[in-house]
Nanobody, 124 residues
Framework: QVQLVESGGGLVQAGGSLRLSCAAS????????MGWFRQAPGKEREFVAA????????DYTDSVKGRFTVSRDNAKNTVSLQMNSLKPEDTAVYYC?????????????????WGQGTQVTVFS
């Protein structure tokens, strides 16, 4: 019943920026922590960024700190990931997800709902 749809992925040159969006439908997710994960070919899905229910608290994996910013708009039932200073190693399929908890969650196991993913490719 809950659907998450990512958009905004694409091809970008190293050093450039992309903004990913995740639109939720089915019910409001204002009581859910939200997260972004990514998965490159042959690698496990890894945590990228998370935000608590209100948007007042966030966390990031070390490799994206200072470059990525996660935000949410509960009135619109959306979550965004602003990605700046992109590097080729950021290339992956990016997924948004809704957690079963209200707080910032960094583990895959804490997320119940997942989007289909959007491809981000960074070339040098």
């Amino acid at each position: 019943q809950v659907q998450l749809v990512e958009s905004g992925g694409g091809l970008v040159q190293a050093g450039g920026s992309l903004r990913l969006s995740c639109a939720a439908s089915g019910r409001t997710l204002s009581n859910n922590g939200m997260g972004w994960f990514r998965q490159a070919p042959g690698k496990e899905r890894e945590f990228v960024a998370a935000i608590n229910w209100s948007g007042g608290s966030t966390d990031y994996t070390d490799s994206v700190k200072g470059r990525f910013t996660v935000s949410r708009d509960n009135a619109k039932n959306t979550v965004s990931l602003q990605m700046n200073s992109l590097k080729p190693e950021d290339t992956a399929v990016y997924y948004c997800a809704a957690a079963r908890v209200v707080y910032v969650a960094t583990k895959v196991a804490l997320y119940d709902y997942w989007g289909q993913g959007t491809q981000v490719t960074v070339f040098s």
